[in-house]
């Protein structure tokens, strides 16, 4: 087609936007860096925009990439349909609005992420919306929190950062002889490890940011469930403006590609610290479902075959001086689920939020640290660790 005679400042913006046939596709999807999606007629857009047909139109409410991921992982989590957010927040926040209204009321797990437990206990009984905190690994304790107005039961496949395991097939039965929907936030877990829908789950969360992703290079979060309860979440989520970058998530898919490899890595060397770090003198506890000492050992042997993932936590004798000593191998950064090992201090990160009482109830103490522990050789691993307690045993012996 002939190029119209425009002025150079309608070409400048028009060059290059035409369309560009070829015969091959690309073997990684591209990032559609585009905010707005243009249509051919009215038709095209009234189909797109009713959901008839397949599209994007606006950046707030989805791009390619992002759909591409959602299709991943409700499959990977055996879900009908998912919904990808700017964070793993606004994918809880965004999955339980879709359900709750003013009046209801929440059931969750007192051991719940800092921030999941300040959202449900400082925010939403500004909606009219209360929460009733006890112990999910206690079905007496559940189902004796029920009321009439009971719309959900949240907890954690895996509990931040003591680790313990929740009966999540039981839960969903006696949440569902009630009327409850059951969420359960799977981060720490991963779909390689453990799929709560194939067990009764109604919602599954993650901050795709973790394990997902892998690598601390990118940052978003997910809700799987039937599309009859994304669809209102993805309401709320377009509304309220957490969407997720078409950047984010095409570095998600990618880091998606290994999550098989990785987790088996993850699982095979926590498992293996947590065993050398439960012997050790200068440690007061380990929290690791692989260890026979571990409140749940026998339901995780169950719930979870293939391991239990990368996350332990333990109890040093003097975690500052372990903490230093391990500067420069092993980093104190406050996230996890990268393929480097590193810690995170529950205490002052994510579950600052709490209450001081109320932290030390649930026994998350000043000197416990959380392992991430990652890829690397276990040799070298757990060389730097007992390393690191030969310093804390040093400093304890001049004092």
């Known amino acids: 087609m ?53 599209g994007s139109f606006y950046y707030r409410n989805g791009t390619p990439n992002a759909a591409t991921l959602e299709r991943a992982l409700a499959t990977l989590e055996g879900t009908e349909a998912a919904l990808v957010a700017g964070s793993g927040m606004a994918a809880i926040s965004a999955a339980l609005l879709g ?30 919306i209360t929460t009733t905190f006890v112990d999910a690994c206690d079905p007496g304790a559940v189902e004796a929190a029920f009321r009439p107005e009971t719309r959900l039961l949240h907890v954690e496949s895996l509990t931040n950062p003591l680790m313990t395991v929740p009966d999540v097939p039981r839960l969903a039965a006696l949440a569902h002889a009630h009327g409850v929907l059951l969420s359960v936030d799977n981060t720490f877990a991963s779909p390689a490890v453990f799929r709560p829908a194939l067990h009764g789950a109604d919602l599954v969360t993650h901050s795709v940011s973790k394990y997902l992703s892998g690598h601390s290079n990118a940052f978003g979060g997910v809700v799987c469930g039937p599309a009859d309860l994304i669809a209102p979440a993805r309401t709320r989520l377009v509304r309220l403006g957490g969407t997720m970058s078409a950047f984010d998530a095409w570095m998600t898919l990618q880091g998606l590609k290994t999550l098989g490899l990785r987790m088996r890595a993850h699982s095979g060397n926590a498992q293996a610290v947590a065993d050398v770090l439960a012997n050790h003198p200068r440690v007061r506890a380990v929290y690791h479902p692989g260890l ?43 996230s996890l689920a990268d393929v480097l090992t590193s810690l995170s201090w529950p205490w002052g990160t994510s579950h600052r939020a709490l209450p001081e009482a109320e932290r030390r109830r649930l026994g998350i103490t000043p000197n416990l640290l959380r392992l991430s522990v990652g890829i690397e050789d276990i040799g070298d691993l757990l060389g730097d660790l007992e390393g690191a307690l030969e310093e804390v045993a040093g400093q304890r012996a001049e004092g």
């Open 2 to 54: 002939p190029t119209p005679n425009y002025d150079l400042t309608t070409l400048a913006a028009r060059a290059g936007e035409e369309a560009r046939p070829s015969g091959s596709v690309p073997l990684v999807e591209p990032i559609y860096q585009s905010t707005v999606y243009a249509f051919s007629d009215l038709d095209a857009l009234e189909r797109v925009m009713s959901g008839e047909e397949a």
């Open 99 to 128: 359900v709750l209204k003013a009046g209801d009321h929440v059931v969750a797990d007192a051991r719940i992420y800092g921030v999941t437990y300040a959202l449900l206990a400082e925010e939403f009984p500004r909606l009219g």
């Open 292 to 334: 026979s000492s571990h409140p749940q050992f026998e339901r995780a042997q169950e719930l979870f075959p293939n391991g239990f993932g990368g996350m332990l936590s333990a109890e040093i004798e003097d975690a500052p001086t372990f903490v230093r000593a391990l500067s420069g191998r092993i980093p104190l950064a406050p």
